[in-house]
């Protein structure tokens, strides 16, 4: 079993659309859980952080269910311009340092 | 605002060739990390580094591999005897702490 799952997509969303995505983990132990968003051959950037008792940042909301082992994000009235990949992430810390276990991703294309 | 920078940004080398990709971390970052991820796959964790030396690393992380930080800015990321199969996205990331880390710009290995 993957250790973070994502349903790959591709998601196809009119502009205006309201979208939501799903990420799984198996290992319990994760401590700190992220939203990355990756454009075509960039490198991942942060997008948001993810809390048990959920996050807004403008129109994306965030939600960790640590029991289901769950994160989801919202995207509310997208745009065209939040056509990207967006990579579920969790951070396992051993060794005093953390490391960063990606979901494959999952990809948002908008349209006009 | 503080970026990661790496260098080059594509590299083209020899199969068998030695390749040394550079990076300069944010500067009160103090964990380090090398990732890659190979063309339409996920990124996958390689190497992370604190205090001077290696925390943990992944299976992808054999003999072949190594880093370093020989000035105290750079950090490095040297592949000794280049395989065909070494041939991605080479994402070095820098973090204050065990939390979200950021991410440079890639470079992009080619193998021939």
């Known amino acids: ?112 | 605002e503080p970026e990661v920078t790496q260098t080059p940004s594509h590299q083209v080398t020899q199969m068998g060739q030695e390749v040394i990709l550079r990076c300069v971390p944010i500067s009160n970052h103090l964990y380090f990390y090398w990732y890659r991820q190979i063309l339409g796959q996920k990124v996958e964790f390689l190497v992370s580094f604190y205090n001077n030396e290696i925390s943990e690393k992944s299976e992808i992380f054999d003999d072949q591999f190594s880093v370093e930080r020989p000035d105290g800015s750079n950090f490095t990321l040297k592949i000794r005897s280049t395989k065909l199969e070494d041939s991605a996205m080479y994402f070095c990331a820098t973090s204050r702490g065990s939390t979200e880390a950021f991410f440079g710009q890639g470079t992009r290995l080619t193998v021939v």
């Not at chain 1, 799984?24 to 700190?32: I, W």
């Not at chain 1, 048990?52 to 994306?60: A, H, I, L, P």
């Open chain 1, 1 to 112: 079993r993957k250790e973070v799952e994502q349903d790959p997509g591709p998601f196809n969303v009119p502009e205006g659309a309201t979208v939501a995505f799903n990420c799984t983990y198996s290992n319990s132990a994760s401590q700190s859980f992220f939203w990355y968003r990756q454009d075509c051959r960039k490198e991942p950037k942060l997008l948001m952080s993810v809390y048990s008792s959920g996050n807004e940042d403008g129109r994306f909301t965030a939600q960790l269910n640590r029991a289901s082992q769950y994160i989801s994000l919202l995207i509310r009235d997208s745009k065209l311009s939040d056509s990207a990949t967006y990579l579920c992430v969790v951070n396992r810390v051993s060794s005093n340092t953390g490391k960063l276990i990606f979901g494959q991703g999952t990809t948002l294309q908008v349209k006009p």
